[in-house]
């Protein structure tokens, strides 16, 4: 339709009729809507209203909107507008308005409206006055940031992954192993918690009867902090049959390890989430160690412990996040039956609850069990996890 058509259209008392009709009933948000459509049509081309008396009809219209937002949008809407049709003053003027509006706005939206203010004062040639604005969504940005990791820290819904991968082992003739991999991880205020499960089913080839052998490990961790760096543990390590701290892969060989640990810990990093961390703990407890050898008891006993345990989880790394549980412990009376057990995962995301996890578990033991026993054991897995 020509303009000098809808000039005409503007004009007829049909659509005078429906237009007043529609502003008289409208709320202020639509009614600031409809006449901002109006006068952009009437700047842009040949319209019997007025400009000048649209132009306030709208800012009475915008004034009268109630939500603050909603308000800034439409003052950004008309400083646009008027700036796009030649009236920089007059598109100065809304961006003040709209500046006032802001201050109105709830800090938590603030950040993506200010992003927007300061595009409006650069489209408007105002260059300082945008950059001001960047200045201060930067400093929100930043402030928002700190506040995730302010201490207390915002109680965080409980976090699962579960997983399934295929592992390769360092053992004789060991073809293959099937994994699957538990994790939950739940953080309150002042304190976290952290459970990891491990457990597979071994094929061996050479074994004489068990072709098939059940493999376990796990790791609690509980933390009460103290302050936002340091904190209370209580770590709990179990391994049954042969894995992290077990005695060595064989037809009847039952093992079962379980190591309590109480200590202090420092967090020597800490994320943008409470849960992304680095931390050393430093803790003493009772250690149980039980060995089974060709169905004779080999060992059966509780030595108290002193260990060194290094953790991180959620470390980013580029894309991925690296976990890592590293500990060193000795029985208090001798350093001959020192041990050290590493556990390294990768997650490369693949969507967003879908993984690639890689998986890198090492033991070893600075005096075997018994003769010919390996000291060190490595298991490597690598598969999908889904995480809830």
Not at 4 to 9: E, F, G, I, L, R
Not at 93 to 99: D, E, P, V
Not at 294 to 314: F, G, I, K, M, P
Request: charged share 25%.
């Amino acid at each position: 339709m020509a303009p000098a058509t809808w000039a005409s259209a503007i004009g007829s008392a049909s659509l005078e009729h429906l237009l007043s009709r529609s502003l008289a009933e409208a709320d202020p948000e639509l009614r600031s809507q409809l006449l901002l459509d109006l006068l952009e049509f009437c700047l842009r081309q040949r319209c019997p209203r007025d400009g000048a008396t649209l132009q306030r009809d709208a800012e009475t219209a915008v004034t009268a909107i109630q939500a603050p937002d909603r308000r800034l949008e439409q003052w950004l809407r008309l400083a646009l507008l008027l700036q796009r049709h030649g009236e920089p003053d007059r598109a100065r003027q809304a961006l003040q308005q709209a500046n006032q509006s802001l201050r109105a706005v709830p800090t938590a939206r603030r950040e993506a409206l200010l992003l927007r203010l300061g595009l409006a004062y650069a489209e408007l040639g105002d260059q300082e006055r945008a950059e001001q604005v960047f200045a201060e969504g930067e400093q929100l940005m930043q402030l928002a940031e700190a506040r995730k990791t302010a201490f207390p820290f915002p109680e965080q819904k409980l976090e699962g992954k579960v997983g399934l991968a295929v592992s390769a082992a360092t053992y004789d003739d060991t073809t293959i192993s099937a994994v699957a991999n538990f994790d939950l991880y739940k953080q309150w205020p002042r304190d976290d918690f952290e459970a990891n499960l491990f457990a597979s089913i071994n094929y061996d080839s050479s074994r004489d009867f068990n072709l098939t052998w059940p493999v376990s490990q796990g790791f609690l961790a509980y933390r009460h902090r103290l302050d936002r760096r340091q904190f209370l543990f209580v770590d709990q390590l179990v391994a049954v049959n042969d894995s992290t701290f077990s005695t060595q892969n064989d037809d009847d060989d039952i093992s079962v390890l379980s190591g309590t640990l109480l200590g202090y810990g420092y967090t020597i990093w800490q994320g943008p989430e409470p849960g992304s961390f680095q931390a050393v703990q430093l803790g003493i407890g009772p250690r149980y160690e039980y060995a089974e050898i060709d169905l004779n008891r080999r060992r059966d006993q509780v030595d108290t412990t002193v260990a060194l345990v290094y953790r991180s989880r959620e470390v980013p790394i580029g894309a991925a996040k690296w976990s890592q549980v590293f500990a060193v412990a000795t029985p208090v009376d001798t350093f001959d039956e020192a041990f050290f057990w590493s556990s390294t995962r990768l997650d490369w995301p693949i969507t967003k609850r879908w993984m690639w996890t890689n998986r890198l578990s090492v033991r070893y033991r600075s005096r075997p069990l018994e003769p010919g026993f390996e000291r060190l054991n490595v298991i490597l897995s690598t598969g999908l996890t889904y995480s809830f």
